[in-house]
């Protein structure tokens, strides 16, 4: 009912920055809280950040000063630019969102996942 897309994902050299995306789109009467996820292998799966649609921001203390959240309410969207990557930042990527469908119902959409991986 949710269709969340993620984009933005690959290869980087430690220090350098990466721009991931995630549209939503469906059934969205209202679109809540965003963010991201992150898995790395052999690990559970964190929170990265999120950010309201009132704009209030959270940052896991690993990324904060290093790594932006934002969305474009008019597209659906939600951003997260990654500063300063370090090897400790690779993994699997998920965007989320929490979402009020037509109808009322609360729903969680997931994104597919996009890899980022930081080298040497």
């Known amino acids: 009912q949710v269709h969340l897309v993620e984009s933005g994902g690959g290869l980087v050299q430690a220090g350098g920055s990466l721009r991931l995306s995630c549209a939503a789109s469906?059934?969205?009467?209202?679109?809540?809280?965003m963010g991201w996820y992150r898995q790395a292998p052999g690990k559970q799966r964190e929170l990265v950040t999120s950010?309201?649609?009132?704009?209030?921001?959270y940052y896991a203390d690993s990324v904060r000063g290093r790594f932006t959240v934002s969305r474009d309410n008019a597209k659906n969207t939600v951003y997260l630019q990654m500063n300063g990557l370090k090897l400790e930042d690779a993994a699997i990527y998920y965007c989320?969102?929490?979402?009020?469908?037509?109808?009322?119902?609360?729903?969680?959409?997931w994104g597919q996942g996009t890899q980022v991986t930081v080298s040497t």
């Open positions: 989320y969102a929490e979402v009020t469908l037509h109808g009322g119902r609360a729903y969680t959409g």
């Open positions: 469906g059934r969205i009467f209202s679109l809540n809280t």
């Open positions: 950010v309201t649609s009132g704009g209030s921001t």
